[in-house]
């Protein structure tokens, strides 16, 4: 079994739906990325959590640490929204390195 | 600030060839990581490095890779005699400070070994 785990691995929704994908990991963290990759582009950090909740315009990021759970909204969602998306986390006895999930691909239909 | 520089973004070698990659930290980023995504497959860490120092190579190949972060000048992470299993997208981050803060990830090298 991975460290961490993402579900859907596959998620299709239409312009406008509501979006929510989610991340289970085994481990103590110190902390939570969520990351997007554009097919052949690089990696952008979208948030990095600890605890509790973050937003930023239409992503909405929170983390239940006790549950060891994490999920990640889209509102409103869009055709450019479509990319791969990773949860990773930073094990509390991993150093400083990153354990990532298999990633969540997601396509927005207009 | 430009950001993690990787590059090249694209590099086809022949199997026995060398491959060597680059990557120039963010202004103020001491801390290097570098990860490998294989075709189909997630991120998977291989070595973290600070200036001069290589702090954790858990996730290296035990021949043929090898890393290095001088004092001035870039992280290299070099591949010795490419197979074709060494196919893969090379990432590079970098953060200021030992752990989560700040982490930023480059655009990746390509490798594809012909």
């Given at each position: 079994k991975n460290e961490v785990?993402?579900?859907?691995?596959?998620?299709t929704a239409q312009e406008g739906e509501f979006i929510t994908i989610n991340c289970s990991y085994s481990v103590?963290?110190?902390?939570?990325?969520?990351?997007?990759q554009h097919p052949g582009g690089g990696?952008?950090?979208l948030f990095m959590l600890s605890s509790g909740k973050k937003k930023h315009g239409r992503l909405i990021a929170t983390i239940n640490i006790q549950e060891k759970h994490s999920s990640l909204h889209i509102t409103a969602s869009h055709p450019r929204d479509s990319a791969?998306?990773?949860c990773a986390v930073m094990g509390e006895t991993?150093?400083?390195?990153?354990?990532?999930?298999?990633?969540?691909q997601l396509t927005v239909n207009p | 600030n430009a950001g993690v520089m990787q590059n090249p973004r694209h590099l086809v070698r022949r199997r026995g060839q060398e491959a060597r990659l680059r990557c120039s930290p963010m202004k103020g980023h001491s801390h290097v990581?570098?990860?490998?995504?294989?075709p189909e497959e997630g991120l998977k860490f291989m070595v973290y490095l600070q200036k001069e120092?290589?702090?954790?190579?858990s996730g290296m190949p035990k021949e043929r890779f090898s890393a290095e972060f001088p004092k001035e000048g870039p992280s290299i992470l070099r591949i010795q005699q490419v197979v074709r299993g060494d196919s893969a997208a090379y990432f590079c981050a970098s953060s200021p400070v030992r752990g989560p803060y700040g982490y930023t990830f480059g655009?990746?090298?390509?490798?594809?070994?012909v």
């Open positions: 785990e993402q579900s859907p691995q596959n998620l103590g963290i110190s902390a939570l990325h969520w990351l997007q990696i952008v950090s791969v998306y990773i991993s150093g400083s390195r990153l354990t990532f999930g298999e990633g969540t | 990581y570098w990860y490998r995504q294989l120092n290589i702090i954790d190579e655009s990746g090298t390509r490798l594809t070994v």
